[in-house]
């Protein structure tokens, strides 16, 4: 018996070696996708208006922009990393603005479509209305706006559906809109509410503007027209309350015929976040956050009452509330203050045109929330998609 | 491979005369099958995560073996053995429901002593053992489910790795003897360890693993 403990101890090294470390991972998905379908707001586009000034500056996606960084995503580009498919792209681009924004140096790029792309989303879409914040459709009210095509999911949809006439069924389907309505609804109760304080001929023009923009009653712009400036602040909130549930109602309508009614399998809807609770959310006056709250709450409530049992409900509402209430849990250090500095970001502090190079000095992206006033951040984006990517494993999908 | 097999006949070869009762000097091996399962009392995944991310695991059987030499008509040194165990890892708390997010391979390496009741060549003899274990922890692999709740992607995957450790078992069990040469022994064990599994994000959650096995074997004696 001869020992060779040269050898005895390579053996021995090799076999430890071979053992240790771990470092395996299987990352096919039990359910094979072939596709992401993406329909919805600011918080999916993956660069619809990042064209023309937008683009040269830096900017596109509606966070930290970073274009040299792939951790510089929204949570529909995570999620397409974690099933194996290709990164997202915007199934049109294009931006038009006004003649003042031109002056301003806003060059105007024309609508563009890219038929190999599925992400649908757009900056500022609503579910049905044109009339979203800074939108071309804005235009068409008089008013001067930068020209976000924002194309309304109702649209995005057929959009899709004109393309390819029905869903494959293996594609994931994801659907997350509805804070734009509330925008636009709370800028018509804020002009309606002015009517208290100053009652001219100006402030009726514009607060019928906004209540049309938000898409009142006819009944509630007759009011504004006629009624006491009393009459017209007291009804405005119930305006705008009983707008985000109709809206909550008719993205479940169109998820129920035009996205499961045609096929699509997997289909993912987030809710609305607690807008309350984002750095906008957060100057409101106390009644303005009450009202918001209302509003989103009443949006959620009915979007998850009509939606097809099939569909998997992500409520980033709850889980927004619990990253805001327990920061370091989640890896946070700020949940109040926007990384992007209003300082040579050419639309005031917005984080479509915000990167590392007008950043607020001393942020730290990664443990920020907020890029702008209610996007987040990449980091804020990813903690979207760990919770989103938590429901689709839940429900057997990864 | 080829030492110990050597070594092993050598071994049978000079005890092949030896007593057939559990005397003092008889040696005896076993095979057969075991299981374990793991009692998971699991810790909370360290930041950035949801509040209260745990992990189950599961039980796993395997091919056992065993080997026990009677140090003196009572007292004796039992060597067990067993194929590597698999074990799948669950998500659970925050994520139960989420499912598999993992797996691993698991070498438990023990050397008990054991004190056997009752007479030498008793048709049934009780035993109580205890001693150290070493959980042997390889071949971690993560799953998509754990990628994608972790933020990573299928091109930058997520793993895992579970930290080998030391721990402690005790036994009870007994044989029954069937004829002079072969007889069957059963066992049930309980070992009090513990791991730390760490995340390529950086991220560890401790985890009290605390396994009950259970051993049924077909022994003989030399």
Not at chain 1, 157 to 184: C, K, P, W, Y
Not at chain 1, 211 to 230: E, F, K, R, V
Not at chain 2, 28 to 35: C, K
Not at chain 2, 131 to 155: D, M, N, Q, R
């Amino acid at each position: 018996m001869h020992w060779n403990p040269t050898k005895l101890a390579a053996v021995t090294a090799a076999l430890l070696l071979s053992a240790c470390g771990g470092g395996g991972s299987e990352t096919s998905t039990k359910v094979t996708f072939t596709s992401l379908v993406s329909f919805g707001d600011s918080l999916s586009d993956v660069g619809t208006y990042k064209v023309g000034t937008i683009a040269a500056v830096g900017g596109g996606k509606w966070t930290v922009n970073d274009n040299t960084s792939t951790a510089s995503r929204n949570w529909t580009e995570f999620l397409a990393g974690q099933l194996n498919l290709s990164a997202p792209c915007a199934a049109e681009t294009g931006i038009l603005p006004s003649s003042a924004f031109v002056t301003a140096g806003i060059v105007s790029v024309a609508v563009t479509e890219h038929t190999s792309c599925t992400n649908y989303a757009q900056g500022s879409a609503r579910v049905t209305s044109t009339f979203a914040p800074s939108s071309v459709g804005l235009q068409s009210l008089g008013l001067s706006t930068v020209g976000l095509l924002a194309v309304p999911v109702k649209t995005q949809i057929a959009n899709h559906l004109s393309r390819v006439t029905q869903f494959s069924g293996t594609e994931l389907v994801t659907v997350l809109a509805g804070a734009n309505d509330a925008f636009m609804h709370l800028n018509a109760v804020s002009a309606a509410t002015t009517l208290l304080t100053t009652d001219n001929t100006t402030t009726r023009t514009a607060a019928l503007g906004a209540a049309i923009a938000a898409g009142w009653s006819t009944t509630m712009q007759a009011t504004i027209q006629s009624g006491t400036a009393a009459a017209v602040a007291s009804a405005a909130p119930t305006e705008a309350v009983t707008g985000m549930a109709t809206a909550a109602a008719e993205l479940a309508g169109y998820i129920t015929t035009s996205v499961v009614g045609k096929g699509a399998k997997y289909v993912v809807v987030v809710n609305v976040p607690n807008i309350v609770q984002t750095p906008r959310g957060q100057s409101l006056t106390a009644s303005g956050q009450t009202l918001l709250g209302t509003m989103v709450t009443t949006y959620n409530s009915a979007l998850k009452a009509a939606l097809p049992s099939s569909v998997v409900l992500a409520d980033a509402y709850t889980q927004g509330m619990d990253q805001y209430a327990n920061p370091t849990q989640y890896g946070l250090t700020n949940v109040t203050t926007p990384t992007c500095s209003a300082t040579g970001n050419i639309l005031a502090g917005s984080s479509l045109v915000c990167n590392s190079s007008n950043l607020t000095s001393g942020v730290d992206v990664s443990t920020y929330q907020f890029a702008d006033d209610v996007h987040p951040t990449p980091a804020g984006y990813k903690l979207l998609n760990r919770f989103v990517a938590l429901k689709l494993a839940a429900a057997g999908w990864l | 491979m080829k030492f110990q097999t050597t070594c092993l006949a050598a071994a049978l070869l000079l005890l092949a005369g030896a007593a057939q009762a559990q005397t003092a000097g008889t040696w005896m091996v076993r095979a057969g099958i075991t299981n374990i399962t793991p009692a998971v009392d699991s810790g909370d995944l360290s930041a950035s995560s949801l509040p209260h991310t745990k992990i189950d695991s599961n039980g796993n059987t395997q091919l056992g073996a065993g080997i026990t030499y009677m140090v003196d008509d009572h007292w004796a040194v039992d060597l067990p053995l067993a194929t590597p165990f698999t074990h799948n890892l669950y998500g659970a708390g925050a994520i139960s429901g989420a499912g598999k997010i993992g797996e691993t391979k698991a070498l438990p390496m023990s050397l008990f002593g054991q004190y056997r009741f009752g007479e030498p060549n008793a048709q049934f003899r009780p035993y109580i053992g205890g001693g150290p274990t070493y959980a042997k922890f390889y071949k971690e692999k993560g799953t998509a489910v754990l990628t994608a709740i972790t933020g990573g992607s299928s091109s930058n995957p997520t793993t895992l790795s579970l930290e080998s450790k030391l721990g402690l078992t005790v036994q009870v069990g007994g044989t029954v003897t069937l004829n002079e040469r072969w007889f069957i022994d059963g066992m049930i064990a309980k070992t009090f360890v513990k791991t730390r599994g760490t995340l390529s994000t950086g991220q560890t959650i401790d985890v009290t693993l605390n396994p009950v096995t259970v051993a049924v074997a077909v022994g003989y004696k030399f």
